[in-house]
């Protein structure tokens, strides 16, 4: 299994200019999330999917949108960068489903630069 | 919205020593608190997880307290060696189904001197 893939690992853009992350999972998880991750300030949380067909805000959601493209793919749109969207991006997935597995697996991120 | 701070943001230890980080949370409600390992430019990877049933978790030289009526969880590692150098993130959730957004503490950064 490759766990949680994300692609790029990096990424330049230019103010103005648009761009998608992309996630997915191999470990058949109903749910899905999107964090940046700024120096001193931990992992916030952009946006989430408690199962295939929704998604939700989570803390930092301006600036961005979603899509949970089926069960193992969950995208993250920059329709237009600024550079205080210069982050770590990391897409995490859990099983979820009141199980109790509440575990959250990450992929390696995306260093995304804008300027 | 849930509120985790954590404390202290950088921690340095001598090898063998034992280290001690703290968390508090704001809402009551929550549940479900993991601590994750960072190792430099590497992800998040969960090292030890409670839940509000348990007061203390142990896995090998790693372990978590919670006080759920302060409103607080600690994580405690026991003979510290070279490689628990890492940033240290505590989180927070209301681990209920389609709503377990982890609420994550701003980080702790561990170092362990030879």
């Known amino acids: 299994n490759a766990g949680v893939t994300q692609t790029p690992k990096f990424q330049v853009l230019k103010t103005g200019q648009s761009m998608t992350l992309q996630c997915a999972q191999d470990?058949?998880?109903?749910?899905m999330y999107w964090y940046r991750q700024d120096p001193g300030m931990g992992l916030r949380l952009i946006y989430y999917s408690a199962s295939e067909g929704t998604t939700d805000k989570g803390e930092v959601p301006n600036g961005y949108n979603v899509s949970r493209l089926n069960k193992r793919e969950f995208s993250l749109r920059l329709e237009s960068a600024a550079p205080s969207q210069t982050s770590v991006y990391f897409c995490?997935?859990?099983?979820?489903?009141?199980?109790?597995?509440?575990?959250?697996?990450f992929g390696p991120g995306t260093r995304l630069t804008v300027l | 919205g849930e509120n985790v701070e954590q404390h202290p943001s950088t921690l340095s230890v001598q090898e063998g020593d034992s280290a001690v980080i703290k968390c508090t949370y704001s809402d009551s409600a929550s549940n479900y608190f993991p601590w994750y390992k960072q190792e430099l430019g590497k992800r998040p990877q969960l090292i030890i997880d409670i839940r509000s049933n348990v007061g203390e978790k142990k896995d090998q030289r790693i372990a978590v307290t919670l006080n759920k009526t302060a409103k607080h969880f600690s994580l405690h590692i026991t003979e510290t060696q070279p490689e628990d150098s890492a940033v240290y993130f505590c989180?927070?959730?209301?681990?209920?189904?389609?709503?377990?957004?982890?609420?994550f503490g701003t980080g702790t950064r561990l170092t362990i001197i030879p």
């Open positions: 989180a927070a959730s209301k681990a209920n189904f389609g709503n377990e957004k982890l609420t």
């Open positions: 470990m058949n998880h109903n749910s």
């Open positions: 995490a997935s859990s099983k979820s489903g009141g199980r109790g597995d509440n575990e959250q697996f």
